[in-house]
């Protein structure tokens, strides 16, 4: 390697570790994160739950000096626009940093609500954007949220339990009904109202007002507060316009995490990286993956020999319900639910092998599960 060193671009967990994995293995050469965000790197899972609850301020993953000690340099308020990738240098405006290994963990960013007024609602992706919503938590008198996957959820029931009326509109009939099926959709539905938002399924919503939300079915809903949850976009543009291969929208890499080009690597959101023992690429948006793949991306960068073959899987807080997942995350062909005195089991197979198991308050069935997958054995029972 020459003296220019490693630059990741991106802060988020993948971007962290792979510094920090990179710098366990080689202690000499420069290291950069340039950022687009304005804050120390900080944990995103709380952003929806405790911190907008107001239960918690403490959301950082280092102080300053983590990264000092470590000789990570981090450039915050740096977005690179530009990748030269025969000349290896990014461009942060017209400012050129040469690299000789760069790691791309530009994660995604949350999508507007693509209606009339959706510049109206607040997104939740960012620190700002949620110290913007706690603020307008606190003068608000009863919030909409817009899109009812694992955000929209975790956001509608602490508003909720702010003491807040809150509804949540989706157009999907129930939460997560395509993606975890009818049964799971109950559940967590189920959990958000006992949190005490009101769920609205089977609605689209046509315009967002001074007034509120405006409903397909004649409805609207006042409130002074709305947060639109409508999904992610990976942010691969960078990526698409230096050539490097892109496919729904995110960037090809193997289980190394390495592109097509020497010394470019891809993790997190972002990346579309390839599953050693899934034995086909994935694209998932989970926390500790995006931690694992961006481990993976600096230690190859260091020429260190690891893949990406843990079973992903996240946990997700709707009120004060845990639930947990494990799962390849692409789809399934027959599930099974199993209800617990206190908590639920959802069993998912496809080909005779488990691909998934979503649980609350069943430890054992996640930890079951995440074997069961990796092994690609059957679920542990009769699926229907
Ligand atoms: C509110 C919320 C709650 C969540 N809860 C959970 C949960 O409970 N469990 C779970 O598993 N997952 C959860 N997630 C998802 C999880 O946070 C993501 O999967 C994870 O953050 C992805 O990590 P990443 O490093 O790939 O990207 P990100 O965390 O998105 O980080 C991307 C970084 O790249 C920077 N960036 C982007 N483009 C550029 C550029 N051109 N130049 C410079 N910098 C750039 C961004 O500023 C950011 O710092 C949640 C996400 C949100 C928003």
Redo the contacts with the bound molecule.
Sequence with gaps: MTENGVIV????????AAAESFREHNSDAPVQI????IDL?YA??P???EYLRGQTDDVALHDAQWFEIRAIELVRG????RLDLSDRAVY?GDQRHAFDILIL??????LTAPVPGGQRAQL???LAD?AALREAAHTASSAVVIGSG??GC??AASLALRGMPVTLVAPEPLPQEKRLGGEAAERLRDLVTDAGARHVGGVAVEEITDAGVRLDNGVTIDCDLVLAATG?EP?SR?AADAGLQIRDSRIVVGSDMATATPGVYA?????LAYHEVAGRPLA???????TD??AIAGSCAAAQHTKWDGVPG????IGDATVKYHAWGDGYQRSRMLSHPDGFTVWYESEDAAVGVLTHNADDDYDLGERLIAERRPAPVPMR
């Design positions: 671009v991106g802060s988020g967990p993948a971007g962290v340039f950022t687009a965000d790197p995103r899972p952003l929806s739950k740096a977005a690179v626009d942060v963990a530009c994660g995604s960013a949350p939740l992706r960012s949620a694992f955000i975790e956001a992610v942010q960078i993790a997190g959101d972002v990346a998932i948006e989970h926390w500790q993956d995006a793949q961006g996240f946990w997700t807080s």
